[in-house]
Structures are given as C-alpha cells and as structure tokens.
C-alpha cells in the first residue's frame, strides 16, 4: 500500500502567512520608532553642541571685556532679555590694543552675534557702541544657533564691605538690567560674574553657563 505525502492545507498556508504579517509589521514600528528616536536624539545633540560653541565664543568674549579705566567710565556692558552688548579687548601680537563692541541677539528664534569694527579712539567707539544698541552697526551677523526660545541673563554681585555703595544691596545673583558703567557715581563694586540661560525652542529646561568678567 502506497502512501501519499500530506501538504500544508489552504488553512494552515494562510494562518502562516498571517503570522509572518504580524511579525513584519511589529517588526517594521519597532525599526521605525528607533529611526524617529535616534533622528531626534541626533537633532538635540546638534542644538547642545551649537549652544556649546556659542557659549565658548561668549566666554571668550567675557574674558577679553574691556575695564573701566581703559575705556574712562564709559559702559563696558548692557543685558537684557535676548540681548547682551559689551566692549571688547582687541589682542594682536606685536599691536597696539584695540576696542570692539560686540552684541549677541535672539531674533525669531536665530541666536547670532555682530562684532564692530575695531578702534582705539574712544570717540569712535560711542559711535559704535550707540549702532549696536540700535541694531544699525552695519556689520554683517553671524547666525550661531537656530531653535532658540529666549536667553536669560542674571549678574554676579559679590558682597561688599559695610558702608560701600554697590551695584545692588548684597551680594549674589541678581537679574541683569541696564548697562554696566565702571566709576559710575555711588557705584564701587561691580558685578564679577556673568550667566547666560538659553532654552531650546520644545525643551522646558535650559542650558546655563556662567562666565567671568574680564578675567584675563
């Protein structure tokens, strides 16, 4: 008697190929969900890095700020919200020092930041420092991070000795407002420190850096 090999059944070929379709596609939204997640991930390490470099290029700018008797009381610094405008030590081998003024903007979401031209009448540099608070330096700006919801800055106020006026009435971090004016009248003691927040547009943490004043 012979016998007849036995076949999968139309039954047992569609319930196969029903489980294969599953598995493909769990399989297909597992690769996806890791391709989406790694593209974001990929975005806000490229945000965190750019931020990083603008506040190297802040911090090196803090660094060089020009001091009160080089300028001869004049202001050397003015933060607001979305806005930070200084002067600047200008350090070339074997040349004289220099003066610029530099200012750092959020606008529509682009951080960027203008350097003037540099110069060492101080004449000149009222003129300068008057275009980059007006926003009318005809220097080109330099886009330094896309994505920026605000920038935040606060001053670093030391305490002062008893009976010694100074820029707020202890010392601490104190929110930034106006400009900052070395030799004003009734002022002795002047902030030392700088710190900068910037939020990511989506993101409701910020990143901080605090830098010092005029520390070279």
């Known amino acids: 008697m012979t016998s007849r090999a036995r076949g999968f059944t139309l039954i047992e070929l569609l319930l196969a190929i029903s489980i294969l379709a599953i598995i493909a596609v769990l399989g297909w ?3 996806d969900s890791i391709v989406r997640s790694r593209e974001t991930l990929t975005a806000g390490m490229d945000q965190s890095r750019g931020l990083q470099l603008a506040f ?3 911090q090196s700018d803090c660094e060089n700020m020009a001091d009160g008797p080089l300028l001869r009381n004049r202001a050397f610094l003015q933060a607001e919200d979305n806005r930070i405008t200084l002067v600047r ?3 070339g081998e074997n040349q004289p020092t220099r003066l610029q003024v530099v200012s750092y903007r959020v606008v529509d979401g682009v951080l960027t930041r203008r350097e003037s031209a540099s110069t060492r009448e101080l004449t000149q ?7 980059a608070l007006s926003d009318t330096d005809p220097a080109a700006a330099v886009a330094l991070q896309a994505g920026v919801q605000n920038m935040v800055m606060r001053f670093w106020v030391p305490t002062a000795n008893s009976g010694v006026s100074v820029v707020s009435n202890a010392g ?3 929110p930034a407002a106006g400009a900052l004016t070395a030799g004003a009248p009734g002022v002795t003691v002047l902030p030392t420190g700088l710190e900068v927040s910037m939020t990511q547009q989506g993101l409701e943490i910020p990143m901080v850096k605090s830098f010092l004043l005029g520390a070279l």
Do not use: H, T
């Open 29 to 31: 939204r597992g690769l």
């Open 56 to 58: 190297a290029q802040m």
């Open 89 to 91: 030590m200008v350090l």
């Open 125 to 131: 540099l009222d003129g300068l420092w008057q275009a």
């Open 172 to 174: 601490g971090w104190r």
